[in-house]
């Protein structure tokens, strides 16, 4: 979508601080960090809004989100735990409609997840 920010970060039209690339996923870190470590971590492709429209048609790709999670865990030395977060919606705070899970790690977090 041309006119997506993460789209365009996808595309390299917008910089960003990378952690991990292949064919279909970049990873690179937030740019206003809400731990010491925070990822972002998205299809290339624009394959959904949020979670809410994930289907068997584009599954795949969040199941490979989820691979490159776990080798970026490994990669960022996370062995103390972290935390996968996606934000589905405004109500839920999501601001960027384009696919993307958050890393966090490296502080100690609540009990609650709320
Ligand atoms: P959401 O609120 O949609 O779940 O997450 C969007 C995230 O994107 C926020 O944590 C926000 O800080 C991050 N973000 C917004 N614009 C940019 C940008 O231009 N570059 C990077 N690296 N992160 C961004
Ligand atoms: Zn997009």
Do not use: W
Not at 67 to 87: H, P, S, Y
């Amino acid at each position: 979508m041309s006119d997506c920010l993460f789209c365009k970060i996808a595309a390299g039209e917008i910089p960003s601080s990378k952690v991990y690339e292949d064919e279909s996923v970049l990873a690179f870190r937030d740019i206003n960090p809400q731990a010491p470590t925070h990822i972002l971590v998205i299809p290339k492709q624009h394959v959904a809004d949020s979670a809410a429209q994930v289907t068997p048609e584009n599954s795949a790709a969040v199941a490979h989100c989820f691979e490159i999670i776990a080798k970026i865990a490994a990669q960022e030395g996370l062995d103390a735990g972290f935390r996968v977060i996606t934000n589905a919606g405004a109500a839920a705070g999501q601001t960027v409609p384009h696919l993307h899970f958050h890393i966090l790690a490296g502080v100690e977090m609540a009990d609650k997840m709320l």
